[in-house]
């Protein structure tokens, strides 16, 4: 079984940034993607950035590319979201999941329990 564990959320300004943190326990299959997901009040869960496990290629959602970056570390364990030049629209749960998909969040099949990352202007 697969347990997710986000970490690094918090209350930040705009303009600042932070770096969320997902530690993965359990057994994951080399092919799979590890991906930042976003829930904002009253939205669908939406597709911010993925990673592959077996490579360290990377693919991003419109909305975020060149102010978030994902990576992950050698044993592709932990993954990392960087968010720069944070703005009050990026309020919301950040979840972090891993599975076959890539954009879709029903195409993955194991979520963390999300961290809360909140942006006052």
């Known amino acids: 079984q697969v347990q997710l564990e986000e970490s690094g959320g918090g209350l930040v300004q705009a303009g600042d940034s932070l770096r969320l943190s997902c530690a993965a326990s359990?057994?994951?299959?080399?092919?799979?993607?590890m991906g930042w997901f976003r829930q904002r009040p009253g939205k669908d869960r939406e597709f911010l950035a993925t990673?592959?496990?077996?490579?360290?290629?990377?693919f991003y959602a419109d909305s975020v590319k060149g102010r978030f970056t994902i990576s992950r570390d050698s044993a592709a364990k932990t993954v990392y979201l960087q968010m720069n030049n944070l703005k009050p629209e990026d309020t919301a749960v950040y979840y972090c999941a891993t599975g076959p998909g890539l954009t879709t969040a029903r195409d993955y099949t194991n979520w963390g329990q999300g961290t809360q990352v909140t942006v006052s202007s």
């Open positions: 359990g057994r994951i299959f080399s092919s799979h993607v």
């Open positions: 990673i592959r496990r077996n490579s360290f290629s990377t």
